[in-house]
């Protein structure tokens, strides 16, 4: 266990699951906060801080990054997005896979013994990332009001939107980069 990186990824927990952040923020944005700081934030640290754990959680990494897509899409779907919003229940097991996905996918992607296949990984996740943020952003009306029964909240989908791309695209891209300059430096090395 590495405690460096266990603490600062307990807080972080901590801090989105105990704040009032749906009092502080718009509330599809409270989601946003909650969803990176599992998936791009906490995940990472816990992988680091107990790499035994991760190792057991390992799948092949472009497989890890599909898993991670359809969970993240698929809450993103009005309909789960209501579950998880509004019942207590759908809002726990949204919480668990993502933070189930993001382990897996940095497990996965981490390991030593395939950094190219983990910069893959890691840079698809990038690229969904990044493109549903730029969705979330560039749509032109509130896509869960309806069906959350919320009144309009499209400044508040945008910004949560934007959290997604200023937090999940540049941690993974900037980690599969990092991860792809390993392996060319361990091919330069043999």
Not at 24 to 44: E, G, I, K, N, S
Not at 45 to 74: K, M, Q, S, T, Y
Request: charged share 10%; glycine share 8%; proline share 6%.
């Amino acid at each position: 266990m590495k405690p460096v990186y266990l603490f600062p990824a307990l807080a972080l927990l901590a801090m989105i699951w105990l704040a009032p952040l749906d009092r502080l923020v718009p509330a599809f944005a409270a989601h946003m906060v909650r969803h990176m700081v599992l998936v791009a934030l906490a995940a990472p640290l816990i992988v680091l801080a107990l790499p035994n754990i991760a190792d057991r959680a390992a799948v092949p990494p472009l497989a890890a990054a599909l898993a991670e897509f359809v969970v993240v899409w698929g809450w993103h779907l009005p309909a789960a997005h209501a579950l998880g919003r509004l019942q207590n229940l759908g809002f726990a097991a949204e919480q668990a896979s993502f933070l189930a996905v993001g382990l897996m996918v940095w497990a996965s992607c981490l390991r030593r013994d395939q950094p190219l296949a983990g910069a893959g990984g890691l840079l698809l996740t990038s690229m969904h990332m990044t493109l549903l943020g730029a969705l979330l952003v560039l749509a032109p009306r509130d896509i869960y009001a309806d069906i959350c029964g919320t009144a309009s909240d499209l400044s508040g989908q945008q910004i949560g939107g934007m959290l997604m791309l200023a937090i999940g695209t540049p941690i993974y891209l900037i980690a599969g980069l990092w991860l792809t300059g390993q392996a060319l430096q361990e091919r330069r090395q043999a």
